[in-house]
């Protein structure tokens, strides 16, 4: 044995991840869907580089061109302040997916290792667990998120947290069913015939068997919760003024409506297109996840 | 036997509660097993080969299972009394390990066979990720499994049946246990593979001392394995001795038309009147557990059977072995 082939040895993923890719080549949505999000990344990651000064009000505020129509010089015309739309929009990019991955992410570690130990243990624990779950069930997402980051005061810290305490009980209840059932499985049993500990059976060999499904469900729920923050923006409870937050553009431009439909048209498509690119690339990952559909 | 036995099972009772009530599945009055020493169980399909192992290592379900009663001595040290937690510390992987009857499902399906194994040895053998791979080399060299680094690469699902109990074995070997409970190993494999291992089990044995409880429903398997062997019906040790004497002078009713079921070769034919009748004879409350199935059975076999004394190395649960009623016919 030498070194390459130690290195070959620790890299086993390598050609699943091909399979995987090859997969995602030949559905077209999906590609798309894909291509959606990378770009929408790098918007994400560049154009803050590239426009640092529309990030100050100030600097970039100009009253004398206050809701100019589109034109080439603005390509989404202007607001009631003379800022460019199209530069917002586009720096909105950052805001909505950083918020929507960090309480997504947020919502992951809380409701996958619930699911996990709930699943794995069962009985009296499980019980707690899920009917704690249930509670947070009962309130209609959006409207629980309203109350927490009304409770907890409006910025959009506070949105992300309040999405986060709103959405895990999703992925709790995914990861419980899928636990209960992996725990059944001989090479569980195998496990603990070897001496593994509960902590180590559920990080290693429970939670890695649960990936799949999760996965698609956080990337379409990145859409709804892009949707989400958008929303409690929109109603004053997430991003303030004069952050570039797409929900908050949307509703201020509610004023100016009916002389500038430019400025509340534009942020709407983003969400739009951002919303549908997640749900897309979730719903292709579903399939190419799927080991019954996944032949190669 | 004067020495302490390693492994020593007594009046181990096991009851399953369930809707119907409680039901013994098990109830063995003594097993001992020495040493470097491979015993064997036989029976037919749910006469308790799995619960007996499975209650060894305290993996059994507890409810619906139920300890009535006994002790699993395994070095004079009793297993039942010991928590879920001791076991996992101190007994599981340290000192006992198994190898499961079924190897589609042994195995973790998301990772690979390399990065499984190196799991295990550098939990249980405080390895760094290196020696554990070179350490995981060695054992897949051990069961015989051609290409041991390609192997390595490979899920689970890549691999044949044969291939994946090799590795289940290597898996169970690897933590270095001195006690090795192999329930039906080589079930599902075809016979090439059985034989090599069974070869396999049996040079462990004798190489690396290990001990190795060997379940089985096919005496065949025994015979080739181990020294000494019990016979398993409804849960009872119905009889128990060396291999040999089992197999070549059988006194219970039962693991004679046990014996008689398996085909010799191509042109003797199984005489079926001397295989196991079915399950739908006259059912008696007490006395033989057999005697609704039993060919030979007699007034006597309403009492209560105690195991008797054949040989100094052969003991029968049957009355008629004393009223001289020859099996062998």
Redesign the interface.
């Known amino acids: 044995m030498n070194q390459s082939q130690l290195i070959k040895s620790l890299k086993p993923k390598y050609k699943e991840f091909k399979v995987s890719l090859f997969l995602l080549k030949k559905n077209r949505l999906t590609k798309m869907a894909l291509y959606g999000v990378v770009l929408l990344v790098l918007i994400a990651i560049i154009v803050p580089i590239l426009l640092p000064s529309a990030q100050h009000i100030d600097q970039d505020a100009n009253p004398q061109q206050k809701l100019l129509q589109p034109s080439l010089r603005h390509p989404f015309g202007t607001d009631e302040l003379g800022r460019d739309v199209f530069k917002r929009v586009l720096l909105g990019t950052r805001i909505s997916l950083q918020t929507a991955l960090i309480a997504v992410g947020m919502a992951l570690l809380i409701g996958v290792p619930l699911g996990a130990v709930a699943g794995y243990f069962g009985g009296f624990l499980d019980e707690i667990i899920m009917r704690f779950t249930d509670i947070f069930l009962g309130f209609p997402p959006l409207l629980l998120a309203i109350a927490i980051a009304s409770f907890l005061g409006p910025n959009l810290r506070n949105a992300m947290l309040a999405i986060a305490i709103s959405w895990w009980p999703w992925y709790t209840r995914i990861v419980r069913g899928q636990a209960v059932s992996l725990k059944e499985r001989q090479f569980i049993k195998a496990s603990k015939a070897i001496g593994s500990p509960p902590r180590k059976i559920i990080f290693k060999h429970i939670i890695p068997n649960c990936v799949a499904p999760v996965i698609v469900q956080a990337s379409m729920d990145i859409g709804g919760v892009i949707l989400t923050i958008a929303a409690l923006s929109f109603l004053g409870l997430g991003a303030q003024a004069p952050a570039p937050e797409w929900g908050l553009m949307v509703s201020t431009s509610r004023n100016y409506f009916l002389n500038a439909w430019w400025y509340s048209v534009f942020p709407g498509l983003a969400i739009f297109f951002t919303v549908l690119v997640f749900n897309l690339l979730g719903d292709g990952l579903r399939e190419i996840l799927d080991p019954k559909t996944r032949k190669n | 036997m004067s020495e302490r036995p390693y492994l020593h099972i007594k009046d181990l009772k096991i009851n399953f509660v369930s809707y119907e009530g409680e039901k013994t599945v098990l109830n063995i009055d003594e097993i001992k097993i020495n040493k470097g020493e491979a015993y064997g169980i036989i029976g037919e399909s749910g006469t308790g080969k799995t619960v007996l192992a499975l209650s060894i ?1 305290q ?1 059994l379900e507890m409810p619906p299972g139920k300890i009535v009663s006994g002790q699993i001595l395994l070095e004079g040290d009793d297993l039942l009394k010991k928590t879920q937690r001791q076991m ?2 101190e ?4 000192k ?3 190898i ?1 009857q ?1 190897p589609m ?8 066979v ?2 499984q194994m190196i ?2 040895i550098e ?2 053998q405080k390895l760094d ?2 020696q554990a ?2 350490k995981a ?1 060695e054992m897949i060299n051990t069961v015989k499994l051609a290409d041991a ?1 390609r192997v ?2 490979k ?1 689970p699902h890549e691999l044949s049946g044969g291939q994946r109990q090799r590795v ?1 074995i290597a ?2 070997l690897s ?1 270095g ?1 001195e006690f090795i409970i192999a329930d039906e190993p080589t079930r599902n494999l075809d016979v090439t593979i059985q034989a090599g291992i069974l070869k396999l089990i049996k040079n462990l044995q004798r190489n690396l001392n290990v001990t190795v409880l060997f379940i089985a429903n096919n005496p065949g398997l025994i015979s080739a394995t181990c020294d000494n062997a019990g016979v398993l019906y409804k849960g009872e040790i119905i009889e128990k001795g060396t291999t040999r004497e089992i197999l070549r002078n059988p006194q219970h009713p039962y693991t004679f038309t046990l014996l008689n079921a398996i085909p010799k070769n191509k042109d003797t034919k199984i005489d079926l009147s001397k295989v196991i009748p079915p399950n739908d004879g006259e059912e008696i409350k007490e006395g033989c557990i057999y005697y609704n199935r039993c060919l030979k059975k007699q007034e006597s076999c309403k009492k209560q059977q105690k195991l008797l004394n054949v040989k100094d190395t052969h003991y029968v649960k049957c009355s008629l072995f004393r009223e001289g009623v020859n099996n062998e016919q």
């Not at chain 2, 007994?91 to 340290?94: A, D, E, F, P, V």
């Not at chain 2, 042994?106 to 990772?111: E, Y």
């Open positions: 290592l993996l996992q510390k007994i599981r992987g340290k006992i390990s198994m499961f079924d499902s042994t195995l973790n399906p998301v990772f690979t390399g990065e799991k295990v939990e249980n990720r290196k791979y070179k080399v680094e390595m690469n899920y289940i898996l169970a933590c246990a």
